[in-house]
């Protein structure tokens, strides 16, 4: 039981808010009626599939053998038996909460437009044996989603995602959560995030993109060229009769990846690495930056709303030469009703570092830092002079006794 209680406290911290028009989230308990629509809600929640995967306690409420793709021959689509439906009933008792499997599109429109909300379930399978096909939901979801929203203004969409999707429908959406693939206590967890009981206090790993043109590769390569001659001998290694095609990759965006790739190009993600929002609000004041040997920001984070908040504060840098800012701190903070706390971030100098021929050095200089609530907003800024540095290797400190 108390591994159950872990389970579900780590998805209850995972799970962001990505969307919230006024203030649609969380849900009263005093609504009359919600309808729940698709991703297998009424049973469980998805599990990504490959060495991370867990059988659920009890057993599986679904499994589905793949068709085709590299792991064909062992990989099946499961979900744990923890229904987000059962939960949401178990939550609000006095509500009508009924279940639509959202296959087909007109009869969700209709089930939403009798409820007075309409929660649809979105799902996207990933595993590490092969890559996903693209980054748009499979099998209509999308068309589903659309047709919801215009049927219920108070539609919220709950995604279970390994990653970033496409979401052509977001801006029509007044309310949207990713929850990942939560585990064995997933639906508890989205409930209990959708009706208040805990704050939705996750923020985004990565970066989400508007549309498939702001990647670095929007499409794949698709003229081969023959191969090389060590290709060609690692070819036959593994069996393969002849000269398998090479595809070429170039990748022009070098160490800027991710959300950095979006600060090269002045680009705006639809929603940005370590974005979150939250039910209660925070305010960062008075920050103070500090150099020398180490970088580091100390400001004050108050809690103005009578609830428990939580607040994650990013510290980002530019090295001296410039180039796109990068994570080099944070700090997660719960904080009670109407408290303030004094906050200290020092970046790590590993994250400051780059590599020489020698080593690790940290070059001395002129540093940018950004006091941030995610990797596109900044709260403060200032600069720092830090001292030159040689960081020892990892194997040294790991020799040392």
Same mark, same amino acid.
Request: charged share 15%; glycine share 10%.
């Given at each position: ?52 995967? $867990?059988?659920? =306690?009890? !057993? ?10 590299? +792991? %064909?021959? #062992? &990989?099946? *689509? ?18 009508? $909460?009924?279940? =639509?499997? !959202? ?10 437009? +009798? %409820?007075? #909300? &309409?929660? *649809? ?281």
């Amino acid at each position: 039981m108390q591994d159950a209680q872990v389970a579900q406290r780590a998805a209850e911290a995972g799970i962001v808010l990505l969307r919230n028009e006024n203030g649609l989230l969380p849900l009263a308990k005093s609504a009359r009626s919600i309808v729940v629509i698709g991703g297998h809600a009424d049973v469980g929640v998805l599990s990504g599939g490959g060495s991370s995967q $867990v059988r659920s =306690v009890g !057993g599986v409420p679904i499994e589905i053998p793949l068709k085709s793709g590299a +792991a %064909a021959s #062992f &990989a099946r *689509v499961t979900y744990h038996s923890s229904s987000p439906l059962q939960a949401i009933r178990a939550l609000a008792p006095n509500v009508r $909460v009924a279940f =639509v499997d !959202g296959t087909d599109a007109a009869a969700a429109a209709a089930a939403a437009r +009798a %409820a007075d #909300f &309409a929660i *649809v379930f979105a799902t996207q399978w990933q595993t590490e044996a092969q890559d996903a096909p693209s980054l748009s939901l499979p099998d209509h979801q999308d068309a589903v989603t659309d047709a919801v929203a215009a049927a219920n203004r108070r539609t919220i969409v709950v995604l279970e995602t390994g990653g970033p999707v496409l979401m052509p429908w977001a801006m029509r959406v007044p309310a949207i959560v990713e929850a990942w693939y939560p585990g064995q206590r997933g639906g508890g967890a989205i409930a209990r995030v959708l009706f208040g009981e805990v704050d939705a206090s996750g923020r985004l790993p990565i970066s989400f993109p508007r549309n498939i043109e702001q990647l670095p590769r929007p499409r794949p390569v698709t003229s081969p060229t023959r191969a090389t001659n060590n290709e060609a001998s690692a070819n036959a290694g593994a069996g393969n009769a002849g000269l398998l095609p090479s595809y070429p990759v170039t990748y022009q965006e070098g160490a800027n990846v991710g959300y950095r790739w979006y600060a090269t190009r002045k680009g705006s993600p639809l929603f940005p690495f370590g974005f979150g929002l939250s039910y209660s609000s925070t305010r960062i004041a008075n920050a103070r930056f500090s150099g020398g040997t180490k970088a580091s920001v100390t400001f004050a984070v108050t809690n103005p709303t009578v609830r428990t908040a939580v607040a994650v504060p990013q510290l980002y840098a530019a090295l001296p030469g410039g180039g796109a800012p990068r994570l080099v701190g944070w700090s997660r903070q719960t904080l009670k009703a109407s408290e303030t706390r004094t906050v200290t971030i020092t970046a790590d100098s590993r994250a400051l570092a780059r590599w020489e021929s020698t080593g690790w050095h940290v070059k001395g200089g002129t540093y940018a830092l950004n006091l941030a609530t995610d990797a596109q907003t900044t709260v403060a800024a200032g600069t720092v002079r830090l001292a030159d540095q040689r960081l020892a290797s990892a194997r040294a400190a790991f020799d040392t006794p």
